[in-house]
């Protein structure tokens, strides 16, 4: 059965990194556009990065721009998340999702229909 898994959360000091990882199984994820959202209790879930199926290309929400790097390994059918410089206002629930649609951005990525989740991973900044 098709599914992402994520991994790589967890508790860490503000200005600490984590690197989240999204991993593929029953579906090649170079065939798919990517996004990473978050959500905290309460609160609508935000898209902070996304990775186009097309050219690779990767966009960023201003709230993580220059701190939040997204990168794919294809030979790992894995998408990662690279957290620099974390804040208190990171802390939340952290998912991947995947849509077979070839170009995607920060603007375009709420709306779209996304073939599959992850079950979502708590990140947690705190001194």
């Known amino acids: 059965q098709a599914h992402l898994v994520e991994s790589g959360g967890g508790l860490v000091q503000p200005g600490g990194s984590l690197r989240l990882s999204c991993a593929a199984s029953?579906?090649?994820?170079?065939?798919?556009?990517i996004g990473w959202f978050r959500q905290v209790p309460g609160k609508e879930r935000e898209g902070i990065s996304c990775i186009s199926r097309s050219d690779g290309s990767t966009d960023y929400a201003d709230s993580v721009k220059g701190r939040f790097t997204m990168s794919r390994d294809n030979a790992k059918n894995t998408v990662y998340l690279q957290m620099n410089s974390l804040k208190l206002e990171d802390t939340a629930v952290y998912y991947c999702?995947?849509?077979?649609?070839?170009?995607?951005?920060?603007?375009?990525?709420?709306?779209?229909?996304?073939?599959?989740w992850g079950q979502g991973i708590q990140v947690t900044v705190s001194s």
């Open positions: 029953g579906f090649t994820l170079d065939s798919y556009g």
């Open positions: 999702a995947a849509v077979a649609i070839s170009k995607i951005t920060i603007a375009t990525m709420r709306l779209l229909p996304y073939d599959y």
